[in-house]
C-alpha cells in the first residue's frame, strides 16, 4: 500500500469542524503506515463477515458497514459524510500552516484554540482509513504528531503527546463507498456523538418516569428512576449510556413473563423486583443497568432464549 495524504479532522462545539491536510515525506508516510499495518490487515480479513448497519448493531456495538449512499440527512452518520464528501472534491483544500520564523516559529497558526482533534485520515489508492485519537487536545501552539518546519511541513515522528494510533477505527473504499465501521464505540467517539449522548440518555430515563414510555404489552412502569443513585449508576457506565442514547420507541411485543424468565437468568443481585398489583418493575442503584437490558427487547430475546450471555 502507498499512502498518499494524510489528514487530521478537527471538533469545534462538540461538531466535526475541518479536515487538514498534512505534508508529509514518503518516507514518513511509510512509517505511518507500518504503525497500524498488522491491524488494518486483520480487519479487512473479517470484513466479508460484517453485517450492514441495523438498529441492533447500534445498541450491541456490533461491527457493521454502510454505503454513503444510504446516509440520510437525519442519520448520525450524516455530518461525517458531509466532511468526507468535502475531502473528495476538495483534497488540498486547508493545509496544516505554522509559523516558519520569529519567537513562534514551529507554532500551529491557522487552527482555532477551540479546535480539538478527533482523528486521522489516511488515504491510499484503494481506501481512506480513519484512526481515532483518543486524547481530544487542543492543538494550537502545539505539536501534531511531531513536525518538523521545513519548506514541507513533514510528520517525522511520534511524540508524546497526540501519538499515532496503531487501530484503525473505520475504512472506506473509495470504489464502491462502502464504510466499514470496525470499532463502533470508538467510531462515535470520533464523530463527537459522545458529547450529547447524557443528554439524550435522561431524556429516554424522562419518558420511563412519567410513563410516555412503558414496557411489555401488560404497560408494566419503571419505578425507581427518580433516585439520584439510579441515575449515577447508569451513567457511570459507558455501555448504559450508549444503549440509553440510542433507544427510540418501545416495542412491547414481549409478554410480562418472558421478561421475568430473561430476568431470572440474571445473577440473583442483578434481578429487578416485580409489582404485579401495581403493574411496576422496581428499579434500585444495584438493577439500574438491568433496567437498559430491559428495555432493549433484542437484549431480552438473547436472554430469553440462552444462546449468548448478555453482559448488562
Do not use: W
Not at 24 to 48: A, C, M, P, Q, R
Not at 260 to 283: C, M, P, S
Amino acid at each position: 500500500m502507498t499512502i498518499e495524504r494524510v489528514y487530521v479532522c478537527t471538533s469545534k462545539n462538540s461538531k466535526l469542524y475541518r479536515v487538514y491536510l498534512l505534508q508529509t515525506g514518503d518516507e514518513e508516510k511509510e512509517l505511518i503506515y507500518h504503525h497500524f499495518e498488522s491491524d488494518l490487515l486483520e480487519k479487512v480479513s473479517n470484513e466479508s463477515e460484517m453485517n450492514v448497519l441495523s438498529g441492533s448493531a447500534l445498541i450491541e456495538d456490533i461491527p457493521y458497514y454502510i454505503n454513503f449512499s444510504n446516509i440520510a440527512e437525519d442519520s448520525y452518520l450524516f455530518s461525517f459524510r458531509q466532511e468526507v464528501e468535502n475531502l473528495i472534491a476538495n483534497p488540498n483544500n486547508n493545509i496544516v500552516q505554522f509559523s516558519r520564523f520569529g519567537p513562534l516559529k514551529g507554532e500551529v497558526h491557522n487552527i482555532g484554540e477551540d479546535e480539538g482533534i478527533k482523528f486521522l485520515i489516511i488515504q491510499d489508492e484503494s481506501s481512506y482509513y480513519f484512526l481515532s485519537i483518543s486524547n481530544n487536545s487542543i492543538i494550537k501552539n502545539k505539536p501534531v504528531l511531531s513536525l518538523s518546519v521545513t519548506q514541507n511541513t513533514t510528520v517525522v515522528d511520534v511524540p508524546k503527546g497526540i501519538q499515532l494510533p496503531p487501530a484503525v477505527t473505520a475504512r472506506l473504499d473509495r470504489t464502491t463507498l462502502n464504510l466499514f465501521v470496525y470499532d463502533v464505540n470508538r467510531f462515535e467517539s470520533m464523530l463527537t456523538l459522545n458529547e450529547n449522548r447524557k443528554a439524550k440518555s435522561q431524556a429516554v430515563i424522562t419518558k420511563f418516569i412519567d410513563g410516555t414510555f412503558t414496557i411489555s404489552s401488560s404497560n408494566y412502569r419503571f419505578s425507581g428512576l427518580e433516585q439520584s443513585g439510579v441515575t449515577q449508576k447508569l451513567f457511570s457506565s459507558a455501555r448504559a449510556v450508549r444503549r440509553l442514547s440510542k433507544y427510540n420507541e418501545p416495542d412491547n411485543s414481549h409478554t410480562i413473563d418472558q421478561i421475568k424468565q430473561a430476568v431470572d437468568r440474571l445473577e440473583e443481585n442483578l434481578r429487578v423486583t416485580f409489582d404485579d398489583q401495581n403493574n411496576l418493575i422496581i428499579v434500585t442503584p444495584e438493577t439500574a443497568k438491568t433496567f437498559v437490558g430491559i428495555i432493549n427487547n433484542i437484549i431480552v430475546e438473547r436472554l430469553i432464549s440462552g444462546d449468548v450471555e448478555i453482559p448488562i
